[in-house]
């Protein structure tokens, strides 16, 4: 049964996942800064991603020493000089590294669910693996009773993305192990069509025709993040580029990397499967109605 969101509840998810990559809160939506001892913040229990790379986490550490902290982490408080983290466990690990003594913090207010938070500032910032996604989805649709639909508002994705990330937890555990071990990522979308398979031995077999083709000149799939070793994912992902646009600074990116992917698939293009085929029409679906119902 699903529980539906009411409309408090989703707007609070909605200002914390707002706040949770604002410099600056915004006093309106009530978030608190505050700047406790790294010593007083503890781990998450509920924290969604599980694997963190060294070289990336030395080249944020590397950032924040040149530039400073861009991006406050998220802190519940527990106690006197007491707090547990939310969000943002590669920044404090940056910051502990660093030797700094104390990290400037939202705080999640009570009666908001962290784990949900966590979930949201880690999708926002695109910091997990599609296996990870689907694992905190799942996790939140046992504590919650959500549906595909409710989880599709929190996240700001479309429904059946979600039920399609959710499918990735019937990939066999030694497909992820291939994945997470792969120097260069396999696409979203080859993951869905593993996904929709049954028996482990046909998974591993599909992985390993469609790693062998992944050719170090293939354009990332709409809505993926380069794979590691590009110069685009060498850049720290503490400081995002600075977008003039109409949409959100996530959206106006992701907008940006489709439209060069597509430009470099006209360039080289490659048999559509199904699944392309309907990821694109949605895609001019959603662009003619945007196009279609803007103001004169």
């Known amino acids: ?18 706040g949770a990559l604002a410099v600056f809160a915004e006093p309106e939506q009530g978030v608190r800064m505050v700047y406790p001892d790294v010593d007083w913040i503890e781990a998450n229990p509920d924290q969604p991603r599980r694997r963190f790379d060294p070289a990336e986490l030395d080249a944020l550490t590397e950032s924040i020493r040149k530039y400073g902290l861009q991006q406050p982490i998220g802190v519940r408080e ?8 939310v969000f943002g466990e590669r920044r404090l690990r940056a910051v502990r ?13 009570d009666g908001v669910d962290t784990a949900e938070v966590a979930v949201v500032e880690n999708v926002l910032r695109a910091d997990l693996t599609p296996f990870e996604e689907a694992d905190a989805f799942v996790a939140l649709v046992e504590k919650h009773g959500y549906s595909h639909a409710d989880l599709g508002q929190i996240m700001g994705r479309d429904r059946a993305e979600i039920t399609k990330t959710i499918a990735l937890t019937k990939v066999s555990a030694a497909v992820r192990e291939r994945y997470e071990g792969a120097p260069k990522k396999v696409a979203r979308y080859k993951l869905y069509q593993i996904a929709a398979l049954d028996a482990p031995e046909e998974q591993m077999r599909l992985w390993e025709s469609l790693s062998s083709d992944q050719s170090a000149t293939e354009p990332p799939a709409l809505g993926d993040t380069p794979a590691c ?17 109409a949409f959100s600074l996530r959206v106006s990116r992701n907008i940006l990397r489709t439209r060069e992917a597509l430009h470099a698939f006209q360039e080289k293009p490659k048999r559509l499967e199904d699944v392309d085929r309907e990821v694109l029409r949605d895609l001019r679906s959603a662009i003619d109605t945007i196009l279609d119902g803007e103001p004169a």
Not at 78 to 85: A, I, K, V, Y
């Open 97 to 109: 590294a660093l030797g700094q003594q104390t990290v400037p913090c939202i705080l999640v207010p």
């Open 1 to 18: 049964m699903s529980r539906k969101l009411g409309t408090g509840n989703l707007a609070r998810l909605n200002a914390m996942s707002r």
């Open 229 to 245: 070793g590009s110069a685009r994912a060498t850049a720290p992902r503490d400081e995002p580029e600075a977008v003039l646009s």
């Open 78 to 85: 527990l106690g006197p000089s007491r707090f547990q983290l």
